[in-house]
């Protein structure tokens, strides 16, 4: 089930991208609300099981979460904020963009071993996280004057789609001792995409209210599932 929901949500993203891919303010506003569900997963779940285990010194791996990222990001050109539009499409390789895109999702799949509630607030925050990054993929690759892309592109998108499912199937062979390491890493990922698109400056840097409300919108949903979530055995392995 949980396998089934990583992929879906990318190839619902990826449609959604090629027939609504101009409407530019829609992809906008779902990363904006994507970035506050993924700011509150990190702060009401992950980090707290992170400094919660017998481990020190994690802070590092958060850090190198972050320091991660931001390598990614030189492969993929900032999409995952969607920052595609703001670049020459000659600027993303394809290939760069695979293979960034790819790392990053088979990480975040490696906390999600042996989890089996479908409704757990981590794997609902790649969720929502998939889904705008998938729309601007979707927008991406088949929104383009050329024609000629479309068998490397399905294999771009069946390859992001199958990341995150074969990190969790990875992540069943590792130690469990691992886990806190690997949950630092995706904190660290997940602070520096939210935090990027969320504090992003305001033409003028004037207070842009429908930000802000989205924003809380994302939050307020993220927090609900945490609420209402059982914490008895998130992330940890049984």
Known sequence: MIYILLILSVVAGVLLGKYFGQKEKFSKNLLILSAGFLITICLNEVFPQVYTSDIGNLGIFVIAGVLLQMVLEALTKGFEHGHFHHHGESNILPMALMVGLFI???????????????????????????????????????????????????????????????????????????????????????????????????????????????????????????????????????
Do not use: C
């Open 104 to 238: 990053h999702a088979f990480i975040e799949g490696i906390p999600l071993a042996n989890e089996t509630n479908p409704f757990s607030p981590y794997l609902m925050g790649i969720v929502f996280h998939n889904l705008p990054i998938s729309f601007i993929l979707g927008a991406f690759l088949f929104n383009r004057k050329s024609s000629k892309t479309s068998y490397p592109s399905i294999l771009i998108v069946g390859l992001f789609a199958l990341a995150s499912p074969f990190g969790m199937l990875l992540g069943n062979y590792f130690n469990p001792a691992w886990q806190p390491y690997f949950l630092a890493i995706v904190g660290g990922i997940f602070l520096h995409i939210s935090s990027v698109i969320i504090f992003e400056s305001n033409k003028n840097h004037n207070i842009d209210w429908s930000k802000i409300g989205l924003v809380i919108l994302g939050v307020s949903l993220a927090l609900m599932m945490h609420l209402f979530h059982d914490h008895s055995h998130v992330g940890h392995h049984h």
